[in-house]
C-alpha cells in the first residue's frame, strides 16, 4: 500500500523512539490488523522497561535546553509540523482509516485537526500571557508567569489515534515541555508514522533529541507513567475505569493528571426543532465512527409530541445507511476497531433487551463479502426508560437508545442523569429553551450545543467534561495552563521593606 511507504512504516518497526533515533527493544513483537478486511499490516517491537528508561533519560536531558528556546521560536518548530501534515495528509488519513476503521474522510478530517492545532499553538506561542496585579505596599510590583512542567506524558486511545495526540503535543511543546507518548496498542502504526513525520521536521530544525518520544507499549507501560515521579503531568484519553486507575497513581505522588474519559452524550429534541437538522444531527452522531467516539450520541430524549415522527423518520434513515470498507467514501459506516469490541457491542444489546428494551432498528453482527474481519455491526436504535443501567453505561458502539420526555426540565433532568458529563445538544429554535438548557440549571457538560450534533468540537474551545469524564480541558481556549506551573512574583525596587498586611517589624 502505497501511504505505507510514503509514511515510513516497514514490515517490522521498532516501538520506541526519541527523536529521530529509534531504540531496540527486546519486548513482544505485536501485529497490527486492519478491522476493514482483517489483513495482517506490520508488526511492531512492544517497549520493554528497558526501552522506557531510555526514553524518559533522554526526556529529562532534552527539557534542559529545550525550555530555554524562546516560546516563538518553539512556535515555528510546531509551525513547520503543520507543514508538514499538509504534505502528509492524505497517507496519513488513509492510515487512520486503514488501521483504525473510521471513514477516509474522517480518516483525513482528524489530520486537518492535528493541522488546525498546530495553527493554534502558533498563534499561542506568542501569548502565553500572566497577569499585572496592584501591589498593596508602595514601591513593589507583583506579577504572574507561567513556567513548563518538564515532561508531558500522554496516553492516547484507539479511536483518534493521532489527533489527541497533537492536541496535547503541539500545545506542550510551545509551552516549553517535552513529550513521552503511549498510544494505544490497537493503533501503534499510526503513530510510528507522526513519529516519522515529526522527526523530519526536528532533524532539520536541530530540536533537541528527546523533545518527542514515542514508547508503543501495553498497559505495563501506562501504569510505569503513572506511577512515574519524573513525570509531573499524565494527560490520559481513554475509559472512565483507566481513568481512575490513573489519576489515582499520579495523584499518589502529588502529580497533576489531565482526564479524558468516558462520554454518555444526549440530544434533547423539544417541539420547536428544526427536524431536519435534529436528523442530520443525531444519525452522524450515533452511527459517525461506528460510534466509537467519546462524543458520540447516545441518547435521544425526544418530546412525546413529535416522538413519533422523529422515531419514523430515524427507521427511514437508519435502512438507508451503507455499511462497508471505509476507504470507499460511498459507504457511512465502518467496522469496530476489534472482535472484543463486537462483543461489547452484542452484549449490550442482551442487557438492553432483558431490561426492557425494545429494539426498533435491530442490531446484529455482519458476516460474508467485505465482512469477513468480522468487526462490521449493525448500528440499532432501541426504545428505553433513562434508568435502565445499559442506558446509564458507555456502550462503544452504534446503539442508539430514544425516549420521551413532557417537558423541558424533566428532559434536562435525563440528560443529566447519567455518571458522564462530557457532550450535550438541544435542538429548538425556542431562544427560552436554548438559554435554559445553556445556564446554570441546564446541561451538565463540559459540552453544550444548540443545533448542533454532540460529535465535531472545533479546535478554538477548550475540548472535555465534567463527573466521569474527568474533568480534563484539552486543545483551545486558556487549557494550555494545564502543560505549565504558575509562579507569583514580587519586586521591591524601594529602599525600604515594608511588610504585607500592614505587619511591623522593627529592629
Request: aromatic share 8%; glycine share 12%.
Amino acid at each position: 500500500m502505497d501511504f505505507l511507504q510514503k509514511l515510513g512504516i516497514d514490515s517490522y518497526n521498532q516501538g520506541v523512539s526519541t527523536g529521530v533515533h529509534w531504540v531496540g527493544s527486546e519486548g513482544e513483537i505485536i501485529p497490527s490488523f486492519s478491522p476493514v478486511d482483517g489483513k495482517h499490516i506490520a508488526s511492531v517491537f512492544l517497549a520493554d522497561a528497558n526501552g522506557y528508561e531510555t526514553a524518559v533519560a533522554k526526556a529529562q536531558e532534552a527539557f534542559k535546553e529545550w525550555r530555554l528556546w524562546p516560546a516563538p521560536k518553539r512556535g515555528e518548530v510546531v509551525r513547520e509540523i503543520g507543514m508538514k501534515l499538509r504534505e502528509h495528509k492524505h497517507a496519513l488519513g488513509q492510515l487512520v482509516s486503514y488501521e483504525m476503521g473510521k471513514s477516509l474522510q474522517e480518516g483525513w478530517g482528524e489530520v486537518q485537526e492535528m493541522i488546525d492545532i498546530c495553527d493554534f499553538a502558533v498563534g499561542l506561542s506568542r501569548q502565553l500571557y500572566g497577569l499585572t496585579m496592584q501591589s498593596e505596599r508602595a514601591g513593589h510590583r507583583m506579577y504572574e508567569q507561567w513556567h513548563p512542567l518538564g515532561i508531558t506524558g500522554i496516553i492516547s486511545a484507539f479511536n483518534f489515534p493521532v489527533a489527541v495526540w497533537s492536541w496535547n503535543s503541539m500545545l506542550a511543546w510551545v509551552c516549553g515541555n517535552v513529550c513521552i507518548w503511549k498510544p494505544s496498542e490497537k493503533v501503534p502504526l499510526c503513530s510510528i508514522a507522526c513519529q516519522h513525520i515529526t522527526a523530519e521536521v526536528f532533524e532539520r530544525l536541530q530540536v533537541p533529541e528527546g523533545v518527542s518520544n514515542l514508547v508503543v507499549g501495553g498497559r505495563d507501560i501506562g501504569e510505569l507513567m503513572a506511577r512515574d515521579h519524573r513525570i509531573p503531568l499524565v494527560s490520559a484519553t481513554g475509559s472512565s475505569r483507566m481513568g481512575k486507575a490513573v489519576g489515582i497513581a499520579v495523584a499518589e505522588r502529588f502529580g497533576k493528571s489531565l482526564l479524558e474519559l468516558g462520554g454518555n452524550n444526549a440530544i434533547i429534541i423539544t417541539p420547536d426543532a428544526d427536524i431536519d437538522i435534529a436528523m442530520t444531527g443525531a444519525v452522524f452522531g450515533a452511527v459517525g465512527t461506528a460510534g466509537q467516539r467519546c462524543t458520540t450520541t447516545r441518547r435521544l430524549i425526544v418530546h412525546s409530541s413529535i416522538y413519533e415522527e422523529v422515531k419514523s423518520r430515524l427507521v427511514r434513515a437508519y435502512s438507508q445507511l451503507r455499511i462497508g470498507n471505509p476507504l470507499n467514501q460511498e459507504n457511512h459506516v465502518g467496522p469496530l476497531i476489534d472482535t472484543m469490541a463486537v462483543d461489547m457491542y452484542s452484549k449490550a444489546i442482551e442487557a438492553c433487551k432483558d431490561q426492557g428494551g425494545n429494539f426498533i432498528v435491530e442490531g446484529g453482527v455482519l458476516n460474508g463479502d467485505g465482512y469477513e474481519s468480522g468487526c462490521y455491526v449493525k448500528p440499532c436504535i432501541a426504545e428505553v426508560k433513562p434508568d435502565y443501567p445499559i442506558v446509564c453505561t458507555e456502550t462503544f458502539a452504534p446503539i442508539l437508545y430514544i425516549m420521551p420526555y413532557n417537558d423541558l426540565e424533566e428532559a434536562i433532568e435525563i440528560q443529566n442523569s447519567v455518571p458522564q458529563g462530557l457532550s450535550s445538544s438541544i435542538m429548538t429554535k425556542n431562544l427560552r429553551e436554548a438559554e435554559l438548557f445553556l445556564s446554570q440549571s441546564g446541561s451538565d457538560c463540559g459540552i453544550a450545543n444548540v443545533n448542533i450534533g454532540t460529535s465535531g468540537a472545533e479546535i478554538g474551545g477548550a475540548f472535555g467534561g465534567e463527573k466521569e469524564t474527568g474533568g480534563g480541558r484539552e486543545s483551545g481556549s486558556d487549557s494550555w495552563k494545564a502543560y505549565m506551573r504558575r509562579q507569583t512574583n514580587t519586586i521591591n525596587y524601594s529602599a525600604k521593606l515594608p511588610l504585607a498586611q500592614g505587619i511591623r517589624f522593627d529592629l
